[in-house]
């Protein structure tokens, strides 16, 4: 969309496969975080109508909200510094798999057994879907509404954007849902269903043509809702004064020397993407039920043919990743013996032990199997993800418990045990 007018719509591909239906400019598709933006829209307007303030500690509107060393706000949420640790990540290290399904329930029963963050509030940034259930349920709390309805009743409707909804449950019968697919081999195709029941972070399902309305408000708003889409943009800067480039939902960046607004959205085989120039009134949106999908890519060379006088469009070729270089073994086998043993974490409520065998050491769950481990440094060891980063922490010449680390969980601890004979057997594989 250039100017208000839409210059380009058009579908490719199917919608199912299995019943060769085609995809239409009204297929939804579930566009993953780009709910956030609606997320952060409906805090906006809460405090516009004076029912938060963004500066406020998160208990001031969700009292059951554990407590950490230093005190979460709105806004550190709506920015990704809150140091909240992400619920995928926390979630894979309780055992749960990609495949089993979460409700908004779930993941809070997860938050309140927290103890500790990632990092102080606001000193980084750390994308997380976390924050973002958070909001929804303060949403909830305040207006005593299901998040669902409230969004629906009070930005979808007033905006236009009748075949947009948010589905809590992925059974829920979508109209014009298009199934999403991944590939496992070079030719077959597998449905990959989004088993997250989530809201605040994700499961929005829209259209392109919703979609494009949606964004236009960015650079040509409807009446009444200039202030809040200028609100969405807002940027605060770390602590330490760097740039943060993650506004209400949205990212506030630079793509060729000229300004954008953009999100990506992934979720199941779903692959979405938005970008907003708003110096240049150009909207552009991409929705794909195909997980090779390259939005980001699609997205880039668009505005490139559209914003340049000279067609130049750069693909980047996809390359398998070269084994990592393996890290010289530094810990002596003895020391390593030391280690074997059971640990628990009272912040994803699991068991995993650490084992010996002809020489190499392993950590099993009774979820995810047996991960070899190879040592880095003293005392540190890597693993398959969700068990990528493992440090153990020694006291008085014993092994007091260990530290897990995989990308956006920082430090969780587990703690030595001794278990009862019955409760070791459950560790069996």
Do not use: C
Request: glycine residues 6%; aromatic residues 12%.
């Amino acid at each position: 969309m250039s100017e208000g007018n839409t210059i380009y719509t058009k579908a490719f591909g199917y919608s199912s496969l299995e019943y060769h239906i085609p995809n239409t400019i009204e297929t939804t598709f579930n566009t993953g975080s780009l709910a956030k933006q609606v997320t952060a829209m409906a805090i906006v307007i809460l405090e516009e109508e004076g029912k938060l303030s963004y500066d406020e500690e998160v208990q001031k509107y969700l009292p059951e909200f554990p407590r950490f060393d230093q005190p979460i706000t709105i806004r550190h949420l709506l920015h990704h510094t809150s140091g909240l640790r992400s619920l995928h990540d926390l979630l894979a290290l309780a055992g749960w798999r990609g495949d089993d399904f979460r409700t908004n329930d779930d993941l809070m029963r997860f938050i309140h057994l927290q103890r500790e963050l990632n990092f102080p509030p606001g000193s980084q940034f750390s994308y997380s879907n976390t924050g973002y259930v958070v909001l929804a349920r303060i949403l909830e709390n305040i207006n005593g509404e299901a998040f669902d309805q409230w969004v629906r009743s009070r930005i979808f409707e007033p905006l236009g954007m009748e075949n947009t909804t948010i589905e809590p449950n992925y059974q829920n019968v979508v109209p014009m849902r298009a199934t999403s697919y991944y590939h496992s081999h070079d030719t077959v195709y597998e449905r990959a269903s989004p088993y997250w029941g989530y809201t605040g972070a994700g499961n929005m399902y829209t259209s392109v043509g919703d979609l494009l309305s949606w964004t236009r408000n960015f650079y040509d708003p409807q009446d009444g809702w200039a202030h809040r889409f200028q609100a969405l943009t807002s940027l605060d800067p770390l602590l330490n004064g760097e740039p943060n480039l993650y506004g209400f939902g949205v990212f506030v960046d630079r793509q060729k020397g000229r300004d954008r607004i953009q999100h990506a959205g992934v979720i199941g085989g779903y692959r979405s993407f938005v970008a907003i120039y708003p110096k240049n009134h150009l909207n552009i949106v991409i929705l794909s039920n195909f997980s090779n999908t390259r939005v980001g890519e699609l997205s880039d060379a668009i505005a490139h043919i559209l914003l340049t006088d000279r067609v130049e469009v750069r693909w980047t070729t996809r390359r398998n990743k070269r084994p990592e270089a393996r890290e010289k073994d530094t810990v002596s086998l003895q020391a390593i013996e030391t280690l074997a043993g059971t640990y628990y974490s009272p912040e994803v409520e699991t068991f995993v032990s650490i084992r010996m065998q002809n020489g190499s050491i392993s950590l099993y769950h009774p979820r995810h199997g047996t991960i070899p481990l190879r040592p880095t440094q003293n005392q540190t060891f890597k693993g398959d993800w969700p068990f990528q980063h493992i440090r153990f922490v020694q006291k008085n010449d014993s092994t007091e418990g260990l530290r897990i680390s995989n990308g956006r969980v920082h430090n969780l601890w587990f703690r030595r045990v001794t278990l009862p004979p019955y409760q070791r057997s459950n560790l069996k594989e």
